[in-house]
């Protein structure tokens, strides 16, 4: 008879072996994920194998090969696991190889040489006896995992399946499916500490910061670290009104010459008037001072310099650094090669001196990867822990396939479907950016100072 305290009952399975992949960049709470789930799949028998360095060993197994232990991956077991579940870092490492990337529509997989890697990652699970592949990562990373759900789908009847289940992972928290990655909280505590040092040091010398943050496409961590750190002012990709948008040629820095698309057409870029954003930002300065506060910080997400036109692109970087960019196939642009707050900082300092004819000190400055293994905080441990145990539980127990591994409430586990979570048209995953006017983007304008319009 059960009581509370019983432990779990040994599920009646046909996994034998499951891999575990981290793909992407690091998070803070990665090694509570990758302990949790390996603990629970050791303790009931099943054999774990933490793939070393993401999908880098499975997308180059060629037929006949034997991945060796200790290079390609090691055995997860849970008696040598203790303690690592609140360590930094990343037990089993990571990498960016992406076997889904040749496949960019339906019809692709089709396509013997497009999915050429991911018949390579099936055919190494396969030799290693893998019943389950258990990624962690981004939203690429989730695309890529129904990708290859979607390619065993095409198999020939009686061919053996690798069941597929996903953990999701950003310390960007742009994530469709899950109200808050793990990592993310951590991640924001140590932008806040550094928000809180500027301020302090903001408020003694009478100066201003400008930072820009990591988040390509959404605010989130901006916003975090703002209301947590006490910053002057948020600012993401969400925040550009429509009226700033604009269009550019894309121009490549090596050459100079205009980039042109499959159907000979020059790629257009979306670029934003910065004017707009000078002139919000010295509105707050001049407001603030009128409160008696010469000093501040604002915070901005690093992807909108993406979309800075060209030559405020070229202001930001030396010589070297702006011929060596180089755009992908849409006009985008690396942004965390991007180091535009300086530039932003002049370009507000001369339009202060211009309004008040006074002069302002304004700092640029970039924080970035040293959050990405900060050790994690309780809760995040928590999180990544329950995200673990419901990998898991989610295959050993419940016997699914493609799903995603997430909670609700009070760290519940619910399993979306991918097929909730991807774009299958265009096989890209739906983005989850912070929604202007919503409550979480309304406290960050509710706390700071405010501007008349």
């Known amino acids: 008879m059960p009581t509370p305290l019983s432990s779990p009952t040994k599920p009646n399975t046909d996994l034998k072996r499951v891999a575990i992949l981290f793909s992407g960049g690091p998070a803070p709470a990665a090694n509570s994920v990758i302990a949790s789930a390996a603990m629970c799949f050791s303790r009931a028998g099943i054999e774990v194998l933490g793939m070393k360095n ?10 006949g090969q034997k991945l060796e232990e200790g290079k390609a991956f090691t055995i997860l077991d849970h008696k040598n696991l203790e303690g690592l579940r609140t360590a930094q870092g990343i037990m089993i490492g990571t990498a960016r190889a992406n076997p889904g990337k040749p496949l960019k529509k339906p019809e692709d997989f089709k396509n013997a040489e497009k999915t050429a890697q991911m018949q390579a990652v099936y055919d190494a699970l396969q030799s290693l006896g893998a019943g389950a592949l258990i990624s962690i990562g981004g939203d690429d990373t989730l695309t890529t995992a ?8 095409t198999l020939p009847k009686g061919k053996p399946r690798v069941r597929v289940v996903h953990l999701p992972k950003t310390i960007d928290n742009d994530y469709k499916g899950i109200d808050f990655t793990f990592g993310y909280f951590t991640a924001v505590e140590m932008l806040a500490v550094q928000t809180r040092n500027l301020r302090a040091d903001s408020q003694a010398a009478g100066a201003w910061f400008i930072c820009q943050l990591m988040g390509r496409a959404a605010g989130w961590l901006t916003y975090g670290a703002a209301i947590g750190g006490e910053a002057s002012l948020a600012i993401g990709m969400e925040d550009i ?18 980039m042109k698309g499959e159907d000979g057409k020059v790629v257009m870029r979306k670029i934003f008037d910065v004017r707009k954003l000078v002139d919000r930002i010295t509105s707050l300065i001049i407001a603030r001072e009128a409160e008696g506060k010469g000093y501040g910080v604002v915070l ?18 030396s010589e070297d650094e702006y011929h060596s960019l180089k755009p992908d196939s849409f006009g ?5 090669q991007l180091k535009y707050s300086g530039r932003l900082g002049r370009l507000v300092s001369a339009e202060y001196k211009k309004r008040t004819g006074k002069e302002k000190k304004v700092n640029g400055l970039q924080f970035g990867y040293e959050v990405r293994c900060h050790t994690p905080t309780a809760f995040d441990v928590v999180l990544g822990s329950q995200l673990g145990v419901g990998a898991y539980r989610a295959l050993a127990e419940k016997g699914m396939d493609g799903v995603m591994v997430s909670v609700s409430g009070q760290l519940g586990l619910v399993f979306p479907k991918f097929e909730e979570l991807i774009n299958f048209d265009i096989l890209r995953a739906h983005p989850r950016p912070i929604e202007p006017g919503e409550d979480f983007h309304q406290l960050a304008r509710y706390l700071e100072t405010w501007v008349s319009e």
């Open 332 to 336: 985008h642009f690396p942004v965390s």
């Open 54 to 63: 993401g999908y880098t060993h499975l997308v180059s197994y060629k037929p």
């Open 241 to 258: 009104d429509q009226s700033w948008w604009g269009t550019e040629p894309t121009v490549e820095p090596a050459t100079g010459e205009q």
């Open 146 to 153: 129904a990708k290859f759900k979607l390619f065993q789908d």
């Open 300 to 317: 901005m997400a690093e992807g909108l310099a993406e979309f800075l036109p060209l030559d405020e692109i070229h202001k930001t970087l």
